[in-house]
């Protein structure tokens, strides 16, 4: 089955940087939407970030600065750069492809805990 592989999760501390992976599958990849999200505890699943094939970038108020994404249509990979982590960060982060073709995936999920 065609999936998404996320890595790059784990711990940090408040003030400090993550950066997340993603690979799809490179015959749907460069012609995708790709997006990051993100689900809290006890929260509903958000867009954090996301990018056009073309690499037009959009992201969500509060990581603004902080926050950036990339993507490699060579390696067939986003990425997340996060910077300046902050508590209220932690959540796991889903990566997800979309595209006019009506591909539509995600990934599993890795887990971005910042410690205060």
């Known amino acids: 089955q065609v999936q998404l592989l996320e890595s790059g999760g784990g711990l940090a501390q408040t003030g400090g940087s993550l950066r997340l992976s993603c690979v799809g599958p490179?015959?749907?990849?460069?012609?995708?939407?790709m997006a990051w999200y993100r689900q809290g505890p006890e929260k509903q699943r958000e867009l954090v970030a996301s990018?056009?094939?073309?690499?037009?970038?959009n992201c969500v108020e509060s990581v603004k600065g902080r926050f950036t994404i990339s993507r490699d249509n060579g390696k067939n990979t986003v990425y997340l750069q996060m910077n300046s982590l902050r508590p209220e960060d932690t959540a796991v982060y889903y990566c997800?492809?979309?595209?006019?073709?009506?591909?539509?995936?995600w990934g599993q999920g890795t887990q971005v805990t910042v410690s205060s």
């Open positions: 990018i056009t094939k073309t690499g037009a970038t």
């Open positions: 997800n492809l979309n595209n006019v073709d009506h591909d539509y995936l």
């Open positions: 490179g015959r749907i990849f460069s012609r995708s939407i």
